[in-house]
């Protein structure tokens, strides 16, 4: 019988958790300090991690973050060593995830949608 919850997503949820500890106490790049990690999804020889990520800001800001992302890749790595103790530590992969502005994209559309349908019911009551 398979087991509910594999091992390959508790390692992918400690690792979440370890690396949004690690942005906030640990890293000084100021580039990455504003980042918000959404979900890991790691390989089921656990030899690599996609991180997913987000932030909110202009498409510069997501270029610098990219960069110090790149930038601290190591750093993260080691780190991530030091907290979870596993015969093989995964490369990172740092992806931006862009449900987030997706999602809001389509909530302002329905707003809309909604307040021009009510525009319309108020100018026209017959309908």
């Given at each position: 019988?398979?087991?509910?919850?594999?091992?390959?997503?508790?390692?992918?949820?400690?690792?979440?958790?370890?690396?949004?500890?690690?942005?906030?106490?640990?890293?000084?790049?100021?580039?990455?300090?504003?980042?918000t990690?959404?979900?890991?999804?790691?390989?089921?020889?656990?030899?690599?991690?996609?991180?997913?990520?987000?932030i909110?800001?202009?498409?510069?800001?997501?270029?610098?973050?990219?960069?110090?992302?790149?930038?601290?890749?190591?750093?993260?790595?080691?780190?991530?060593?030091?907290?979870?103790?596993?015969?093989?530590?995964?490369?990172?992969?740092?992806?931006?995830?862009?449900?987030?502005?997706?999602?809001?994209?389509?909530?302002?559309?329905?707003?809309?949608?909604?307040?021009?349908?009510?525009?319309?019911?108020?100018?026209?009551?017959?309908?």
């Amino acid at each position: 019988m398979p087991k509910d919850y594999s091992r390959a997503l508790r390692i992918a949820d400690q690792m979440q958790r370890e690396l949004a500890d690690i942005f906030m106490h640990e890293v000084k790049d100021p580039r990455v300090k504003q980042v918000t990690i959404t979900a890991v999804e790691v390989s089921r020889d656990y030899s690599h991690a996609k991180v997913f990520y987000t932030i909110l800001g202009s498409q510069e800001e997501k270029f610098l973050v990219e960069k110090g992302l790149g930038n601290a890749n190591g750093f993260l790595r080691s780190s991530v060593s030091h907290r979870i103790k596993l015969r093989v530590v995964p490369q990172l992969h740092f992806i931006y995830d862009e449900s987030v502005e997706r999602g809001m994209y389509l909530s302002k559309l329905i707003d809309e949608a909604v307040a021009l349908e009510k525009d319309a019911n108020q100018s026209n009551p017959n309908l």
